[in-house]
């Protein structure tokens, strides 16, 4: 649990999150999606439609009465764009050592983690586990390499499977990165996939590196769309400080 008690604690990247899917959703023109969160402790970026962000450029977006609330800063030269998740109808949460938010003892567990003095984070982390547990993901508890397959397929027809790894790519090995996505396409062989990712530099398998230094102090946030098997990988961004700094780079 020692993993999931640095976890607790973290800011989510929302911010970053959020305008991949959405960029993922309008290149395959989803008009829904579902939602599989990779390697997470407790399924909390599962809500990333339901948070409240709010970028430095004057973008924002999610749910404005959310009482989940985050802010990003944004440099360069590109604009968030205005762009919407759609419709999500399934959320999966993948990972060996998920906790269940809707479990009072893993609510608990969530909440020791955090330290009593700090109401800002305490409130934060209260509002994701009451958001987590009213979106209802489905838990699967498991190698995300094997049970990849199973969490796409819980995805209805029609709907885009969105695959998200959050800094969870890293804690695999490098043959077991290159099954993750090898999983991906597989799952891809009659229906669109996609990958989000935000992952430190050359970490996450396809994913371009812009010709930047691994262990730069940042991340890449990645796009790959998979159809029949084949992939269109993309660096889409870059984010820092999990992502309340980020860097949109993909073109409108």
Known sequence: MSRVRRLAGQYRPYAALYPAIAEAARRTGASAIGLIEVGGAA????????????????????????????SASVVGQRPIPPLVIPE???????????????????ARWLRACLWADDPEE??????EIRLTAAAS???????????LAEAVARVPAGALPVITTAWAVSRLSAARRVRLVQRMADAAADRAVAWVSTEGVGVAPTIPTLGDRPASGHSIIGLAVFERSTSRPEAIGRCWSRGRLLSWLAAS
């Open 88 to 106: 999500v109808l399934s959320r999966v949460a993948v990972a060996p050592d998920l906790l269940d938010v809707t479990d009072p003892e893993d």
């Open 43 to 70: 399924g909390f970026n599962l809500i990333t439609d339901h948070v409240a962000i709010t970028y430095s450029d004057g973008q924002c977006v999610g749910d404005p009465s959310s009482p989940v609330r985050v």
């Open 122 to 127: 305490n409130a934060r982390l209260d509002a």
């Open 137 to 147: 993901p489905v838990l699967l508890r498991g190698d995300p390499v094997e049970f």
